[in-house]
């Protein structure tokens, strides 16, 4: 039986700072890099960030957070490496069990047989009374709203593919730190978006789950980076999920007056990011609910508008609603701020 740890544990754990996880698992730390841990390494290659808590070799490609070098130093699965981190740093971890779906909890007793087929049969029919009702609230038309239970599950353990490193790192040039922090993984193979099966996720595709001000996972959404011509849905969503605004969790760490950026979508995002910025996606304006409304309000708000007819009107809807929302000018021949990024940061770096 599988442990259930929740997404407040998780955020608790990924918020260790990553060096002094280092230091307790005994890697060598030199200024903020050491030897890699997944291959003969020589010099050090493996970076740390402990501003993300997130480390990523230079060398090999690989990379991650705290329960990522848990895992991959100690040899661990992922809830090992979670209960690893909860012994070490005084932090519980899996305050219940949650059973997988589909077994039947047994309570054997020697002396009273009758009494052990009862509570076997009792058990069974409220498994599949529970199960019968996740059917109807999770599949197809009856579905409202996303398995996040079902989507952390999914998410664990998952990596960036060889496909979706050289799309983040070698074509867009952004900085792995930023990431790892925001938990992107990827996926070559199509998956299933809800426990019942079924293939949703088309591979190969990035899996970016999208959080909360609190850090719980609200949903996961997948970008295709597969041939074009297969026609496949470039962005899709988990089911049962409704376009929100990306980013939400980093707004707890924006200090008074300090600039957060307003991008149109995660690879802007990600690019205001490998910029220097803290930065969210509001890829519409009818995403901003009164909750977001009271979040951004009186904030150093800035946007690099994408230069099409949607993006101007994406900046005037927000200008009305934050007045003190900055304009600015993307330079000639680039579309979006991903192309700024590009054509102006990555130079520089």
Avoid at 65 to 91: H, P, Y
Avoid at 252 to 270: H, S
Wanted: charged letters at 25%; aromatic letters at 10%.
């Amino acid at each position: 039986m599988a442990e259930y740890i929740d997404s407040i544990t998780l955020s608790k754990l990924r918020g260790i700072n990553i060096l002094v996880v280092a230091d307790a698992l005994g890697i060598g730390l030199r200024h903020r890099n050491a030897l890699c841990i997944s291959h003969n390494d020589s010099n050090p290659s493996l970076h740390f960030w402990p501003s993300t808590n997130t480390c990523h070799c230079f060398a090999c490609g690989w990379g991650g957070d705290n329960i990522d070098l848990v895992m991959k130093r100690e040899n661990l699965s992922f809830t090992e490496a979670c209960q690893w981190l909860g012994r070490n740093f005084g932090i519980v971890v899996g305050n219940g069990r949650q059973p997988a779906r589909g077994t039947v909890g047994q309570q054997k007793t020697e002396c009273d047989t009758d009494r052990q087929q009862k509570t076997e049969c009792d058990t069974d029919r409220q498994q599949k009374t529970e199960c019968d009702t996740d059917r109807i609230n999770l599949r197809g038309p009856f579905q409202h709203q996303p398995d996040v239970d079902y989507l952390m599950r999914m998410l664990e353990g998952k990596k960036l593919t060889e496909t979706a490193r050289d799309f983040l790192f070698e074509q867009r040039k952004l900085r792995p730190e930023y990431i790892y922090w925001c938990r992107v993984v990827s996926t070559d193979f199509s998956i299933a978006g809800y426990r019942f099966g079924g293939k949703f996720f088309d591979g190969p595709s990035l899996l970016i789950p999208y959080y909360g001000v609190d850090g719980r996972l609200l949903t996961v959404q997948s970008r295709f980076l597969g041939d074009k011509s297969k026609e496949k849905p470039r962005f899709k969503f988990a089911p049962g999920s409704k376009p929100m605004v990306y980013g939400m969790q980093i707004l707890p760490q924006v200090a008074d007056n300090e600039p957060l950026v307003i991008t149109e979508g995660c690879t802007d995002c990600w690019s205001a990011m490998s910029m220097g910025y803290k930065a969210i996606a509001i890829p519409s304006a009818t995403l901003c609910n009164e909750e977001c409304r009271s979040l951004l309000s009186g904030r150093n708000l800035h946007m690099w508008p994408d230069q099409d007819k949607p993006g101007i009107s994406l900046y005037m809807k927000l200008k009305e609603m934050f007045p003190q929302l900055v304009y600015h000018q993307l330079p000639e021949g680039c579309k979006d701020l991903s192309d700024y990024y590009q054509s102006s940061y990555v130079q520089k770096m």
